[in-house]
C-alpha cells in the first residue's frame, strides 16, 4: 500500500543552526502538503507544493518538490526556538486517500 | 470566520461501548476527513467526506463510520470499543479542491 517515509524521526539542534526534514514516497504524487504540529497541539497547514521541481520560501522556512515528485524536503535556517515541533508531510492519492508521513520531531536548544 | 470545533475535548469510554465524536466545519468548506492520532505517531486517515457521502477511506474496520450532514458537520462513530482504539481523533475540513487542511483540536479518547 501507499506509503511515506519521512527522515530523520528526531532531530535536536542548538539555537541558530539550519534544520532539514525530507518525505519519499513509493509513487509519483499529484501533491504534496505540510503540517507543523506543535507539542500538545493540532497539525497546522504550512504550504501545498504542485509543480515538478517546485521551490517555495516562508520567511526561514523552504519547502522543495522533487523533479519526479517521489519526494519532498523541509529546510529551516537558522531555527529558532518557536520552531519546536513534529514536522509532518501529507500526500494525496487518487481516491481521496491521505497519508501522513511519520514526522520528525524538532527540538531547539537555546 | 470560524476555525474547525470537536466536541468533546476529553472522554473516557469502557471497552466494548460505542462512541461517537462531533466535528463542525469552518465556514464555507465542504470537505471533511478524520484521523487518529496515537501518542508519538502521525495521524493516520480514517476517512473522508465530501457532500454527505464518504469518498475515501484508510484502513481501518467497518466499526468505525461516519456523517457528514448538509450543514457539513460531520460525526465519526466507532462500535465495540478496543483499549488500542486510545488516541486522539483528529478533525479537518478544507474545500474540495482548494489547499490545505483546517484541523480542529482533537478530542482524546481513553478506552479502559
Redesign the interface.
Known amino acids: 500500500g501507499q506509503q511515506v517515509m519521512q527522515i530523520p524521526q528526531y532531530q535536536h539542534v542548538q539555537e541558530g543552526e539550519d534544520f532539514t526534514t525530507y518525505c519519499n514516497s513509493s509513487t509519483t504524487l499529484s501533491n504534496i502538503q505540510w503540517y507543523k504540529q506543535r507539542p500538545g497541539g493540532h497539525p497546522v497547514f504550512l504550504i501545498q507544493l504542485v509543480k515538478s521541481g517546485e521551490v517555495k520560501k516562508q520567511k526561514r522556512l523552504t519547502f522543495q518538490f522533487g523533479e519526479a515528485k517521489k519526494n519532498s524536503s523541509l529546510h529551516i535556517t537558522a531555527t529558532q526556538t518557536t520552531d519546536v515541533g513534529t514536522y509532518f508531510c501529507l500526500e494525496e492519492t487518487s481516491g481521496s486517500r491521505l497519508t501522513f508521513g511519520e514526522g520528525t520531531q524538532l527540538t531547539v536548544n537555546p | 470566520e470560524t476555525g474547525v470545533t470537536q466536541s468533546p475535548t476529553h472522554l473516557i469510554k469502557t471497552r466494548g461501548q460505542q462512541v461517537t465524536l462531533r466535528c463542525s466545519s469552518q465556514s464555507g468548506h465542504n470537505t471533511v476527513?478524520w484521523?487518529q492520532q496515537a501518542l508519538g505517531?502521525?495521524?493516520?486517515?480514517i476517512f473522508?467526506y465530501?457532500r454527505e457521502e464518504e469518498?475515501?477511506?484508510?484502513?481501518f474496520p467497518p466499526r468505525f463510520s461516519g456523517l457528514q450532514f448538509p450543514n457539513y458537520s460531520s460525526e465519526l462513530n466507532v462500535n465495540a470499543l478496543e483499549l488500542d482504539d486510545s488516541a486522539l481523533y483528529?478533525c479537518?475540513s478544507s474545500l474540495m479542491g482548494s489547499?490545505?487542511?483546517?484541523?480542529?483540536?482533537?478530542t482524546r479518547l481513553t478506552v479502559v
Open positions: 476527513s484521523y505517531q502521525g495521524p493516520q486517515f473522508q465530501y469518498n475515501g477511506r484508510g484502513n483528529l479537518a489547499r490545505g487542511y483546517t484541523f480542529g483540536s482533537g
